[in-house]
């Protein structure tokens, strides 16, 4: 039995399903398509993060494919009616990283609304902008607005309630009535009503044909001025170009951006140069502890499929 993993996974999930099947590892297989489709030909399983695109070629490339582990949440890269066209299982790691995601949120939001941490070298060269970073903003009474109200989004909402924010969220998967709205103590709003009101706006909604383009230069003008973005969820969700143009029109005060259309962002991009941006490189659920617990739970749900015991 072949397990072939193509993206990075913490060593000790790696040897626990190695003391059980014979595994080829290789955390840059993904960068390479030829030796990825070689790979699979006797593969049973396959566990991939983001950058592994799991389409047609692939699963016509490993015949005796039985499921497919996702070191993550997010499913855009898998061909998913292929895979249950094949009766392959697709396990994704729900769950496993969102505590390194809400924190990413918060900190993030913390440091944008603060606005005071960019300047250490001026400070370190005898400069003192004390003036000029002195204005910042408390999170305290703001109102964070949360696209998106799943794992996540809830754990998200329960740290900015511990910094005394007002937490609002839209999911038109939950219906107004739902006990997780009263269990939360978050008030649902529809979206344009979410994104006049809230002073945060934090996305954790999947990439798919309705959310493609879902805020875009409409939809960004309709936020609350001075308001803060930060995207976590798919680049493919905000018009990068209409984002940059809020940005440097001040019509928002930030944005915390950890993934984009095109990974890595190619030059050129709108988004190169922004005021009060801060870009991260896909890494807002990736942390030592989250690593741990999402290799953890995909081995155990890889095994699991093939009949494993580890």
């Not at 370190?124 to 970073?133: I, Q």
């Not at 890494?283 to 890889?302: D, F, K, P």
Request: hydrophobic share 50%.
């Amino acid at each position: 039995m072949l397990i072939v993993i193509s993206e990075f996974m913490d060593e000790a999930a790696v040897r626990a399903l190695s003391a059980r099947c014979t595994v080829r590892y290789e955390p840059d297989l993904a960068d390479r398509r030829g030796d990825l489709l070689a790979a699979c030909a006797d593969a049973d399983a396959l566990i991939v993060r983001n950058r592994t695109q799991v389409d047609a070629a692939v699963l016509a490339a490993t015949p005796r494919l039985r499921a497919v582990g996702r070191l993550g949440v997010g499913l855009d890269n898998i061909d998913l009616p292929g895979c249950a066209a094949r009766g392959v299982q697709v396990l994704p790691a729900t769950g496993a990283n969102a505590r390194a995601v809400a924190e990413y949120v918060v900190g993030t939001l913390l440091l944008l609304l603060r606005g005071a941490y960019g300047q250490s070298a001026d400070v370190a060269g005898g400069k003192w902008p004390r003036n000029a970073l002195s204005n910042g903003l408390e999170a305290e009474h703001r109102t964070l607005g949360i696209v998106g109200f799943g794992g996540i989004g809830r754990l998200t909402a329960r740290l900015a309630q511990g910094l005394d924010m007002t937490v609002v969220a839209h999911d038109p998967m939950l219906a107004d009535d739902a006990p997780v709205w009263q269990e939360s103590g978050v008030r649902p709003m529809a979206l344009d009503a979410l994104l006049a009101d809230s002073d945060a706006v934090t996305l954790h909604l999947p990439l798919t044909p309705r959310t493609a383009g879902l805020f875009d230069a409409a939809r960004l003008a309709s936020m609350k001025p001075g308001a803060i973005l930060i995207n976590t969820a798919r680049g493919g969700v905000v018009d990068e170009a209409a984002l940059a143009a809020a940005l440097r029109s001040g019509a928002l005060r930030g944005a915390a951006i950890d993934v984009f259309d095109q990974e890595p962002l190619p030059a050129g991009s709108p988004l190169a140069d922004v005021p009060n941006a801060v870009l991260t490189p896909h890494i807002a659920g990736l942390t030592q502890e989250a690593n741990v617990r999402v290799s953890t739970l995909v081995a155990q749900r890889v095994a699991d499929a093939l009949g494993l015991t580890l």
